[in-house]
């Protein structure tokens, strides 16, 4: 089969591959679509979790691997022990891989099991012909959502979830969001959708003010407008109840708590490549809050409930691009790499919509 194989840096292979076998307790899966996330554009020009010497601790795996953990497809075969699950299903997937035994696993919190891995980063994932998933993992598409559309309940679920874990009443609140991508965008619609009334998002250009402004957010172009003057404006001078950092640098992160009041909530969502500095006097006195957040649990479900009742309307201004596997590399990675602002969420089309 054909799939996206990462060797190293910046070297991202399109080859053949052998077929996975469905091994008992998974599913084999044959790919339709999937989303280029944050995570693995990182990768392509990281590595930063991909395991290149020492074997994971949990799949025992090394590089080269395939990447790729957002998808949808079809399963076409299933392993020994599967059950309430067919050939013909249509299906997305939670990308997580967890030992199940140690305590956070045993608590239903697998997102931050002891041995954490990722389809795609710390074994074979998505961006290939066909798939192998354990059944556990696995999300029912429903019959009135396309699997082209699928594959962002994934990104969405982040949102979700980071909302979900805040033991914070978001109803007529101001939040602020430090940065427009995907994840960002994910937790502005989670954070509307849990009764926020005021959300203002901030990034570089105006790309995504129209889909902003048709999610209902206030949308700010920090290349021409002051983040805290405008949340200055919005709170009469009190500032956001709470701050949502989704980039992963240093400055958003900084935005993001110099945004908020006294007592405010700040959710972490962002990957850091080099270890911020902790501006700690301005939240030890303030007395704030600091959440992080990593991937989801259930969500997925949650989303793709929600997509079936037609609460994201917005999802295909999502899609900012598609691209063939065969070009992966220049059509997606290095694309997203040039143009970072301009981009939402970039598709590979694999089998597409002829299994749908």
């Avoid at 389809?119 to 192998?132: C, H, K, N, P, R």
């Avoid at 033991?167 to 940065?179: A, E, L, P, Q």
């Avoid at 172009?221 to 949502?244: C, G, P, R, Y």
Wanted: hydrophobic content about 40%.
């Amino acid at each position: 089969m054909k799939a996206a194989v990462w060797h190293g840096h910046k070297d991202v292979r399109v080859e053949e591959m052998p077929e996975p076998e469905a091994k008992p307790g998974y599913v084999k899966i044959k790919v339709a679509w999937a989303g280029i996330c944050g995570t693995d554009r990182h990768e392509y020009v990281g590595p930063n979790f991909i395991p290149v010497k020492t074997p994971h601790r949990l799949t025992g795996r090394t590089a080269p691997l395939i990447m790729g953990h957002e998808f949808s497809g079809v399963i076409v075969d299933v392993g020994e022990g599967v059950t309430n699950w067919k050939k013909g299903d249509r299906v997305t997937a939670n990308g997580t891989l967890s030992c199940g035994q140690c305590p956070m696993c045993r608590a239903g919190r697998e997102n931050i099991c002891s041995k954490l891995g990722f389809l795609g980063v710390s074994t074979d994932g998505a961006f290939a012909e066909y798939v192998i998933v354990e059944q556990k993992r696995l999300f029912k598409i429903p019959d009135n959502v396309s699997l082209k559309d699928a594959v962002l309940c994934e990104p969405l679920a982040c949102g979700l979830h980071a909302v979900n874990i805040m033991n914070f009443d978001f109803d007529g609140t101001t939040v602020v969001v430090s940065g427009d991508g995907i994840i960002g965008l994910s937790a502005a619609i989670a954070c509307k959708q849990a009764g926020a009334k005021n959300v203002i998002i901030s990034g570089v250009g105006t790309f995504k003010k129209s889909l902003t402004d048709e999610i209902g957010l206030k949308h700010v172009d920090i290349t021409q407008e002051n983040l805290l003057d405008v949340v200055k404006q919005e709170t009469d001078s009190w500032m956001a109840d709470a701050a949502f950092e989704c980039v992963g640098v240093e400055s958003s992160l900084h935005s993001a708590i110099k945004s908020t009041r006294p007592a405010a909530s700040v959710m972490v969502m962002g990957v850091f490549e080099k270890p911020p500095v902790f501006p700690m006097n301005d939240f030890q006195e303030g007395e704030r809050i600091l959440y992080t957040s990593q991937a989801h649990i259930n969500e997925i479900g949650i989303c793709l409930d929600n997509m079936s009742k037609g609460k994201y309307p917005y999802i295909e201004k999502m899609i900012t691009g598609v691209v063939d596997l065969d070009d992966i590399v220049e059509g997606g990675f290095e694309e997203m790499n040039r143009h970072p602002n301009d981009n939402i969420k970039v598709l590979v089309c694999i089998a597409g919509d002829q299994l749908a």
